[in-house]
Structures are given as C-alpha cells and as structure tokens.
C-alpha cells in the first residue's frame, strides 16, 4: 500500500521559514517524479516544486523560485521542502504527490498524500 504522509506545517509570519517532509513508503521511489502542490480555499490546486528521484533534476513553480527548494534523502525515502522568505500568499493547503509525466499537472501523478496547513500572517 502506497502512502505518502506530510508534516512541518504551521503558522508562521511573512519572512519566516517553515520545512515540510514527505515520507514515502509502498512504491519503488526511483522510478518517479516527487512534486509538492498547494491549495487554497476557494482555489484549484497548483504545482509547487518537484524532483525526478533518480536523478535529483528540480522544477519550480516561478512564484517560488529563490525561496523554495525541493530535496530527497534517499535513506529515510522523505522529499522536503524548504520554503524561506514566506509571503501570505503562500498559505495553503500543501499536498506531496508521486507520479510520471507532466511535472506540473496534477493529473500526472499517481499517488497523494493528506496534505499540511501552512499559514503565513502578514
């Protein structure tokens, strides 16, 4: 059974810094694309970051670039995400995903996880 599970979410205030986990378990990681989608209320879920396991190649939504970064830790199979410099607007509902295909559709990936809350107050 594939799980996906999120945690480090939180309230923080804009400038601050939050790190999100993923842990994997139930699927052969090397062989798919690791991405991290966000949500907000009242909003369609939109592409964040990803990374290809096996290789470590990194994409980036260009709202976040320079203030995210996206990694894996092969030996605990977790993918976090560093997310510096927070704005409001990145509040959200953040989802970790696993799949194949379009980086940034989330129709290209497979498995999700329940997501985390992450709250940035101005």
């Known amino acids: 059974q594939v799980q996906l599970v999120e945690s480090g979410g939180g309230l923080v205030q804009a400038g601050g810094s939050l790190r999100l986990s993923c842990a994997a378990s139930?699927?052969?990681?090397?062989?798919?694309?690791m991405g991290w989608f966000r949500q907000a209320p009242g909003k369609e879920r939109e592409f964040v970051a990803a990374?290809?396991?096996?290789?470590?190649?990194?994409y980036y939504a260009d709202s976040v670039k320079g203030r995210f970064t996206i990694a894996r830790d092969n030996a605990k199979s977790t993918v976090t995400l560093q997310m510096n410099n927070l704005k409001p607007e990145d509040t959200a509902v953040y989802y970790c995903?696993?799949?194949?295909?379009?980086?940034?559709?989330?129709?290209?990936?497979?498995?999700w996880g329940r997501g985390t809350q992450v709250t940035v107050s101005s």
């Open positions: 139930g699927l052969t990681l090397s062989g798919y694309r």
């Open positions: 990374i290809w396991w096996s290789s470590g190649v990194t």
């Open positions: 995903a696993a799949g194949i295909g379009a980086y940034d559709s989330p129709k290209s990936y497979q498995y």
